[in-house]
C-alpha cells in the first residue's frame, strides 16, 4: 500500500517557466512533509519541508504548499533552472515514528 | 564536514550469498537510518538504529538486520541474498530523535549486484 503517491513520473518543463511537482498521501497521521532532489549516483538530498501546521513555506526559488483536506501537496520551483533536473521525492512522517515514508519519485528535466 | 558515507560502493553477489554494508553519519548524528531503491520504486524504509538500539524496521524480512556501534556508524547485512535484493542501499543520518522533522541526510548509496 503505497501511502505516498507520485502519480507523475516524469516532467518536462522549459527553462525559466515555473515546475510543478506533485504529491498526494493517504495516511492522515502525517504531520511533517520533505521533498528531496535525487541526482543519479547520488544520494538524495533535502530540499524543503513543511510542518502540517501551516500551508506554504518558501525558500529561495521552491516554495512547498500543503493542502491538507486534499492530502495533497506540491512543490513549485521557479524560475527552472537546467540544474534542476533531477529526480524529485516526496515523504512524510508522523510524530515520534522517525520514519519517512517516500514517495516513488517524479523525474524532471529542465529544456534549455 | 564530511557527509554520510557508505561502503562499498558496489558490491556483486551470487544468490545465497550474504551481503554486509557499512555506514558511518556525519559526525554527531546518533540516529541511522537504511533505505532501499529497488529499481521502479521509491525508497522503501529498511532500518532505523539510535543509541546502538534498533528502533524500527519495515516491511523487510529477518534476512534483512543491522546493528549500530558505539561510535554511531552502522551495518546492514542482508542474508541468504535473492535476485530482488539487487538495489541501491541509502544510508541516512539525523542529529536526535526527539521530534519528526528532522532533516535526515543521505549517503551516496552501496549498490547491490545479486546474480
Known amino acids: 500500500d503505497q501511502q505516498v503517491k507520485q502519480n507523475s513520473p516524469s516532467l518536462s518543463v522549459q527553462e525559466g517557466r515555473i515546475s510543478i511537482l506533485n504529491c498526494d498521501y493517504t495516511n492522515s497521521m502525517f504531520d511533517y512533509f520533505l521533498w528531496y532532489k535525487k541526482y543519479p549516483a547520488e544520494g538524495p538530498t533535502f530540499l524543503i519541508s513543511?510542518?502540517?501546521?501551516?500551508d506554504k513555506n518558501e525558500d529561495g526559488r521552491f516554495t512547498v504548499f500543503l493542502n491538507k483536506s486534499a492530502k495533497h501537496l506540491s512543490l513549485h520551483i521557479v524560475p527552472s533552472q537546467p540544474g534542476d533536473s533531477a529526480v524529485y521525492f516526496c515523504a512524510a512522517s508522523n510524530f515520534g515514528n522517525e520514519k519517512l515514508t517516500f514517495g516513488t519519485g517524479t523525474r524532471l528535466t529542465i529544456i534549455p | 564536514e564530511a557527509g554520510v558515507t557508505q561502503s562499498p560502493t558496489h558490491l556483486i553477489k551470487t544468490r545465497g550469498q550474504q551481503a554486509t554494508l557499512r555506514c558511518s553519519p556525519i559526525?554527531?548524528?546518533?540516529?541511522v537510518y537504511w533505505y532501499q531503491q529497488a529499481l521502479g520504486l521509491g525508497l522503501q524504509f529498511l532500518l532505523w538504529?539510535?543509541?546502538?538500539?534498533?528502533?524500527n524496521r519495515g516491511n523487510f524480512p529477518p534476512r534483512f538486520s543491522g546493528r549500530q556501534f558505539p561510535n554511531y556508524s552502522s551495518e546492514l547485512n542482508v542474508n541468504a541474498l535473492e535476485l530482488e535484493d539487487s538495489a541501491l542501499y541509502l544510508c541516512a543520518s539525523s542529529f536526535g530523535t526527539a521530534l519528526s522533522g528532522n532533516t535526515i541526510y543521505f549517503g551516496e548509496g552501496s549498490w547491490l549486484t545479486v546474480v
Open positions: 559526525s554527531g548524528h546518533t540516529s
Open positions: 538504529y539510535d543509541e546502538g538500539e534498533e528502533r
Open positions: 513543511i510542518s502540517s501546521i501551516k
